[in-house]
Nanobody, 126 residues
């Protein structure tokens, strides 16, 4: 599975962006896809994930109610709609893919993801 993330940019606090993660390879439709981010001077952290069928989604507490993850398995694309953006959301955002995982907690660790995109920068100004 090859992944390419795009949609980042500069936005004011309170604004919105939609990130896209386009994938190649038939295995994508069988894959869980997650979004992670790495802010300046910070470790990479989990943001959101969606299972292959789209029936289950998971979010970090810091983005619940503001971000929505979705997928279109016809277009082999996963989206991250980010609303009410805050300066602390500033980071490079990465999408990643893996087989469907057994537990909810497993989705939160980047160690469980096998394929990664190149990242897209999101900057939120105050």
């Amino acid at each position: 599975v090859q992944l390419q993330a795009c949609g980042g940019g500069l936005v004011q606090a309170g604004g919105y962006l939609r990130l896209s993660c386009a994938a190649s390879g038939r295995a994508f439709r069988l894959s869980t896809v997650g979004w992670f981010r790495q802010g300046p001077g910070k470790e990479r952290e989990f943001v959101a994930a969606i299972r292959s069928s789209g029936d289950s989604t998971f979010y970090a507490d810091s983005v619940k109610g503001r971000f929505t993850i979705s997928r279109d398995n016809v277009r082999n694309t996963v989206y991250l709609q980010m609303n009410s953006l805050k300066p602390e959301d500033t980071a490079v955002y990465y999408c990643a893919a893996t087989k469907n995982l057994a537990s909810m907690r497993a989705h939160f660790s980047d160690l469980n993801y096998d394929f990664w995109g190149q990242g897209t920068m999101v900057t939120v100004s105050s």
